[in-house]
């Protein structure tokens, strides 16, 4: 596989999965979801992924998401598909992205144990199989590997790169260095990507070793404010970075920190204060309590007032 081929350029987005009442995936709201990423500009679409709650989709819903996005975009941007869990489960992910077109996979980590460093090269192995979809690795929770293992990686045709959503700059640089450093045109197409929630905190020291691709949970609900600092990221231009740093991202990711899975649940809410149609997330995420609604809804009003300054200035 040619990896020139892969097109993961722009703003990466990860669409929400809408729930209805009843906790069924919203089909309708999705397409929605979907249309208002392209429309503001993301670069292509990570469905199913882990701001689309993976963990608690089934096989089926996971499969007609992914048939939605592609119907939706037609083709406009790149769709790619989560996959992942125990190995049969990612293995039959990887083939069910292919065979339902998907532009490639986000291939998460092991389920519940944690195996030796070749165990996780097998585990890539095994998923992808004898599948020519293109699948980024995903390096976080039971999944975190060496930079020697993370270079063997390569040694899997269709691995076109790495996700980082581990958090060790130290660790990703040794990985990026290891890669870049084995002087192929493989090792050289290899892509690298930030991971991290709200990874626009870390996108300057991500940027400085080798990793500026990065998917942005914001552009659920804030795209301008999402694409104004990706803009700037790319330009190196500093004072509006640092501005929306302050004003608004930095004191999200303070309420997001108060509570597990609010990387997901506060970006739900923020969808909601916006009117989009997301619903509720399923269990065991929970809902911001009405007073950090309250809250929230202040720090996305202080971003877009940061944003006009900027856009003023």
């Known amino acids: 596989m040619a990896q020139t081929e892969i097109e993961l350029d722009g703003l990466l987005a990860f669409p929400l999965t809408p729930f209805a009442d009843d906790l069924e995936v919203n089909l309708d709201g999705f397409a929605e979801n979907v249309e208002s990423h392209v429309a503001a500009g993301a670069g292509a679409l990570f469905v199913a992924c882990g701001t689309g709650e993976f963990s608690s989709l089934s096989a089926?819903?996971?499969?007609?998401?992914?048939?939605?996005?592609?119907?939706?975009?037609?083709?406009?941007?790149?769709?790619?598909?989560?996959?992942?869990?125990?190995?049969?489960?990612?293995?039959?992910?990887?083939?069910?992205?292919?065979?339902?077109?998907?532009?490639?996979?986000?291939?998460?980590?092991?389920?519940?144990v944690t195996g030796p460093q070749a165990g996780l090269?097998?585990?890539?192995?095994?998923?992808?199989?004898d599948s020519t979809v293109p699948v980024v690795v995903y390096h976080r929770g039971t999944g975190v590997f060496t930079a020697p293992t993370a270079a063997k990686l390569l040694d899997i045709p269709?691995?076109?790169?790495?996700?980082?959503?581990?958090?060790?700059?130290?660790?990703?640089?040794?990985?990026?260095?290891?890669?870049?450093?084995?002087?192929?045109?493989?090792?050289?197409?290899?892509?690298f990507f930030n991971g991290l929630p709200t990874a626009e905190v870390s996108a300057k020291a991500y940027a400085a070793i080798g990793v500026a691709r990065y998917s942005s949970a914001v552009h659920c609900?804030?795209?301008?404010?999402?694409?104004?600092?990706?803009?700037?990221?790319?330009?190196?231009?500093?004072?509006?970075?640092?501005?929306?740093?302050a004003g608004f991202y930095l004191p999200l990711v303070s309420l997001r920190d108060e509570t597990p899975g609010f990387a997901v649940s506060l970006v739900?809410?923020?969808?909601?204060?916006?009117?989009?149609?997301?619903?509720?997330?399923?269990?065991?995420?929970?809902?911001?309590?009405?007073?950090?609604?309250?809250?929230?809804?202040?720090i996305v009003e202080d971003g877009f007032a940061t944003l006009k300054r900027i856009e003023g200035r």
Do not use: N
């Not at 090269?121 to 199989?129: E, K, P, T």
């Open 121 to 129: 090269v097998d585990y890539v192995r095994y998923a992808a199989g």
């Open 60 to 112: 089926g819903e996971v499969a007609a998401l992914l048939a939605k996005a592609r119907e939706v975009t037609a083709g406009r941007v790149p769709v790619w598909v989560g996959a992942g869990g125990g190995a049969a489960d990612a293995r039959a992910g990887v083939a069910a992205a292919q065979a339902g077109g998907a532009d490639g996979v986000l291939l998460l980590p092991p389920y519940l």
């Open 268 to 298: 739900k809410a923020a969808a909601r204060l916006r009117g989009d149609k997301v619903g509720t997330i399923r269990p065991p995420l929970v809902e911001p309590t009405t007073e950090q609604i309250d809250r929230l809804g202040k």
């Open 158 to 191: 269709s691995v076109v790169g790495i996700k980082d959503g581990y958090g060790d700059v130290e660790a990703m640089t040794r990985i990026v260095t290891t890669i870049r450093a084995l002087g192929t045109r493989r090792a050289d197409e290899f892509l």
């Open 221 to 245: 609900f804030a795209p301008e404010i999402a694409h104004r600092f990706h803009r700037a990221l790319g330009e190196g231009d500093e004072e509006p970075m640092d501005a929306l740093l």
